[in-house]
């Protein structure tokens, strides 16, 4: 299942995934391993499952894709341990980036949970080596860290105000945050903190980048009295992001 193997590189596989696709399941749930990557430029969580024998990319994002789109058979499918079963659209030469890499990888098109499942075909053409006690798969001397979707995904992070901020009257306000703990997912959705309240106050719902140096927390003052954000203060939560569809402009 996942990240069964620690510290050694992974077994040659005997057979090609077209002779019989396999998966020990169509997501990896809370006991997931992910790591950050894209596909095609597109952002997305990459399940480590070395239990399955092919990679595979769920239907709507590849139907975002621009690469060449190869259709197979209507008779193929994928089938996992505990006896689902899900149809196999086609398939695509994509180009899979894992830290700081890319790597062109013929991967498979199913309606999958995940955004994309990393298969042994891919983690063995590439020499990479997984390590459970480390948290971390590695290639080419590069270390890449995994996290678990319970320990990481399940939980909210709070985003802190940079500095004092004074919200005027009937007025927008732009409001730099930055997190209140390390993070390892980078994108997500700022929304209203429920333990703060601050009548007449709104905030925008917004896709930030948290590698950047600040998180841009935009608020909105509909009342007739200043607002007042000290420094520290709770201003936001950001809700993890699983995949882009589409980049931001």
Known sequence: MYGCLK?????????????????????????????????CGIPCLMLVDTGDN???????????????????????SLKTAT???????????????????????RIYVADITDPCILGLDFLQ?????VDLEKNEIRTGGEEIPLFSASAEHSK???????????????????????PEVSIKFRYAVTDFPSQVSQKGVILAA????LKREAIPVRVLNLDNKPKTVDKGAVIATCEPVVDIVARPQ
């Open 206 to 209: 917004t896709l930030v980048d």
């Open 83 to 105: 006896g689902e079963k899900a149809e196999i659209h086609g398939k695509l030469d994509a180009a899979i980036e894992c830290g700081s890499r890319k790597f062109q990888h």
């Open 125 to 129: 053409k590439f020499n990479f080596t």
């Open 156 to 178: 909210l992070c709070s985003v802190l105000a940079n500095e004092k901020t004074i919200i005027p009257v009937i007025s927008e306000c732009l409001i730099q945050g930055v």
């Open 7 to 39: 510290g050694r590189k992974l077994p040659f596989l005997n057979k090609a995934p077209e002779e019989g696709l396999k998966v020990s399941a169509l997501c990896g749930g809370r006991n997931g391993l992910y790591l950050e990557g894209s596909i």
């Open 54 to 76: 092919v990679t595979l990319v769920r239907t709507d994002l590849a139907e975002k894709l621009k690469e060449n789109f190869i259709y197979t058979a209507p008779n193929i």
